[in-house]
Structure formats: structure tokens, C-alpha cells
């Protein structure tokens, strides 16, 4: 008999995410019958717009089929290299970018190369979740920078101080963010920015996959446009899997300093090697387009969002900042009286909805609910909610 095997260290502390869990777990009691409604979603409800699939079919039909150069096809790095300079106002040449498999591999890469066991890392918090994880696969412990909903999920720059210490390492910026929906403005980064310039230990990515997800009356800004002197130290991660609606397809970027987008490089091309070729001829065309079909789904994501805001403000006991950008309601649940793995476990064996508890994004009073939802599957969960809230 051979003795069990043994995981390593490494693999025995990691938890597996709990969003996409929880909406594995919603699709497997719908096939096995049960009525259930999910707002657990992180991904748009509507299909890759076709001139882009058409370019990836045509690609693969090509035969753009072989290994392709490690950090990506050159005129998808250069492309992305063009937005990033002309739409973000961030100079960036074709050698600062990395396409990955998503914004979770540059994510990923990133961390791998850049810390290590001693490194901390600050996570503003609400937080999403696989930072933390990510975090620690690299040998570095995540240090929360707690925010409240109170003051609509921001930190002040003396809050942001007070947790910079010589063995910070980095900051990561989500905005928008997933799941609060808070957007950081133009004053938020230079105020953050004033703070970084005393601690040049410390580098920041700037997470920037909702960039075109945001409410009215609310502009995306990247903090490397805004403090443009930080840019030896400042990270971009992106990718198509929201604003283009293009999750599956797993094409993302990583851009920054040359020495670490050439060692995140070097990492891939021991791991993962290129992003899948045919689809990154899809990206292609996805960037290098105008931007319409991006601003359409945008445009019905912020009709949702404010349905879904609106109609949660109806429910009683519920206490919700508004999102400002995103496609999700991060809303305040602890009036009734329940811990967010309990209330939602509640939910979904006593009506039937699926969301996501606040505890894993490190908030234990909320519950995430996503309007990247038909109105009317909105309306349905809306309906769910009530009805669990009226019989408690
Ligand atoms: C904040 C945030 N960053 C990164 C990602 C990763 O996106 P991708 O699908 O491109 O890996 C997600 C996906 O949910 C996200 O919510």
C-alpha cells in the first residue's frame, strides 16, 4: 500500500474561489431541476461581438494554429501598447507589454516576480478575492487597508500612510472595483500618489479591468497618467474579458517597468508559455476597433445597475452605497442579523438565489449581487430577496 500523497505547503493553505464555486454550484441544482435565479456571476450575460469572433475564427482557419512568441503577438503587444498610450494617456512602447492568459495570469506573474517571504503587500479592502490567495502562492502576507461603506469604500491618505511600512512591497488599486463598485477620481490618485512619492519601497498595479464599466456622471483615470514621475514603479493590468465581453477567451495584459515585463515574461515561458494564438487575433480586432460595442454593453450595464440599486433600496434592512462603476451591488445585509456564509447558504436552499457572501471579499456585513443579469432575472432575484427578508 502506498502512503497518501502529501500537498505541498503551498497547495494545502490555498482556498479555491469562492465566486466561481458558488456559480458552479447554482448551475449544477438548475441542471439537477431546482428553480434558481443567480446574481453570482462576475462575467457580462452577453456574447462576444461577432466581427471579433469572426477574426479569431478567420485566424484559426489560417492556420494560426502554432506557439506564437512567448510575451504575445507582436501587433496585439503593440496595439495594446497604442490604447494604453493614446486612451489612458500612459506612454508605454511594445517591449512594456505582456499579453497573459487574462488579467488573473498578469495579476499572477506579476506578483511572482516582484515578491517574495518578508514582502507585504496592501489590499484596500472590500477587496477581490484572489489577491489574497495570489498573494501568499508568492510568498508574501497581504496587509488590509480597511475601508467602510460609510464613506463610499475609500481610504484617506493618512489611513493609506499608517500601513506603509519598510517591508511594504506594493499596493494594489482596483478601481472599479469589484465588488464595491467604487471608482477612484482624478483627486483620490494624485492624493495617493503625494503618499507614494515618501515611500518609494513601495510599487503599485492599478487593476483596471472595469475601466469601461462605470455609472453616469463617472470617468476611468489611470493613476500612471496622473503621476506620470511613479512610472518606474507602476503596474497596468487589463484585459477583454469584461469591457468586450470576451471571459472565455482568456487574453489580458500586464504593462510596466521593461526588467519586470521581461521576467513576467520569462516566468510565462516557463509555465504557460503564449495566450492561445487564435484568440489573441481576436483581441486584435477587439482593440484596434472603436470602441461602440464596448460603450453599448456598458450603456445597458449602467441601466441595470441602477435597477438593481434601486430596486435593493427598496428591501428593507438593506444599505447600499451606490456602485460607480462595475456591474455589481455590494450592499450592507448585517440588520438582519445573519453572517454573510449563513445568509447566503439561507438563500439559496430557502429561494433560490445565488450570491456571493461579503466574508470572501473581507466583508462580513455584505453580500455581492451582480447586475450582469437580464432585467428581468434582476427583478426575479429582487423578488427573492424580499420575500427572504419578509419571512425572517
Ligand atoms: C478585479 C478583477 N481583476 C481581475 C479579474 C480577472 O479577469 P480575467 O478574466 O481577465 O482573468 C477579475 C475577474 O473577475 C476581477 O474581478
Redesign the pocket.
Known amino acids: 500500500m502506498s502512503a497518501p500523497l502529501k500537498l505541498s505547503a503551498r497547495a494545502e493553505g490555498l482556498q479555491p474561489s469562492l465566486?466561481l464555486a458558488i456559480a458552479a454550484q447554482a448551475k449544477q441544482l438548475r441542471q439537477a431541476g431546482r428553480d434558481i435565479c443567480s446574481l453570482s456571476a462576475?462575467?457580462p450575460d452577453f456574447d462576444t461581438p461577432a466581427f471579433i469572433r469572426q477574426a479569431a475564427a478567420a485566424a484559426l482557419e489560417a492556420g494560426h494554429t502554432r506557439y506564437g512568441p512567448v510575451a504575445g503577438e507582436p501587433a496585439l503587444r503593440e496595439a495594446i501598447a497604442a490604447k494604453l498610450t493614446l486612451e489612458n494617456g500612459v506612454p508605454t512602447t511594445t517591449d512594456q507589454v505582456l499579453v497573459?492568459?487574462?488579467?488573473?495570469?498578469?495579476?499572477y506573474n506579476l506578483f511572482q516576480v516582484l515578491l517574495g517571504p518578508g514582502d507585504e503587500v496592501l489590499l484596500p479592502s472590500p477587496f477581490?478575492l484572489?489577491?489574497p490567495e495570489m498573494v501568499r502562492l508568492a510568498g508574501a502576507e497581504p496587509r488590509l487597508l480597511v475601508t467602510e461603506a460609510a464613506r463610499g469604500f475609500r481610504f484617506t491618505p493618512d489611513e493609506l500612510e499608517a500601513q506603509i511600512r519598510p517591508s511594504t512591497r506594493l499596493l494594489v488599486l482596483?478601481s472599479p472595483?469589484?465588488p464595491t463598485g467604487m471608482v477612484l477620481d482624478r483627486q483620490d490618485l494624485e492624493a495617493i500618489a503625494a503618499v507614494l512619492r515618501r515611500h518609494p519601497q513601495v510599487a503599485v498595479v492599478c487593476?483596471e479591468?472595469?475601466e469601461f464599466l462605470l455609472a453616469p456622471g463617472h470617468c476611468h483615470h489611470s493613476l500612471a497618467a496622473v503621476a506620470p514621475d511613479l512610472a518606474e514603479r507602476l503596474f497596468i493590468?487589463n484585459?477583454?474579458?469584461?469591457g468586450w465581453a470576451m471571459?472565455g477567451w482568456?487574453?489580458?495584459w500586464l504593462a510596466g517597468p521593461r526588467p519586470v515585463i521581461a521576467a513576467a515574461a520569462a516566468l510565462q515561458s516557463q509555465s504557460t508559455s503564449n495566450v492561445c494564438s487564435f484568440a489573441q487575433m481576436g483581441a486584435l480586432a477587439a482593440i484596434t476597433a472603436n470602441r461602440d460595442c464596448v460603450h453599448a454593453m456598458a450603456d445597458r450595464f449602467s441601466a441595470r445597475r441602477q435597477h438593481l440599486s434601486e430596486g435593493l433600496g427598496r428591501i428593507p434592512g438593506v444599505v447600499l452605497i451606490p456602485p460607480e462603476g462595475?456591474f455589481y451591488a455590494f450592499p450592507d445585509v448585517s440588520a438582519w442579523g445573519l453572517d454573510s456564509m449563513t445568509l447566503c447558504r439561507r438563500l439559496l436552499e430557502e429561494v433560490g438565489l445565488a450570491v456571493v457572501p461579503g466574508l470572501a471579499f473581507g466583508d462580513d456585513r455584505c453580500i455581492r449581487l451582480s447586475c450582469a443579469a437580464a432585467e428581468a432575472t434582476l427583478d426575479d432575484g429582487l423578488d427573492r430577496l424580499a420575500r427572504f427578508q419578509d419571512r425572517l
Not at 497573459?100 to 495579476?107: D, E, V
Open positions: 465566486t462576475g462575467e497573459t492568459n487574462g488579467g488573473k495570469q498578469a495579476l477581490w484572489s489577491y482596483n472595483s469589484n487593476d479591468i472595469y493590468v484585459g477583454f474579458a469584461k471571459t482568456r487574453v489580458g462595475a
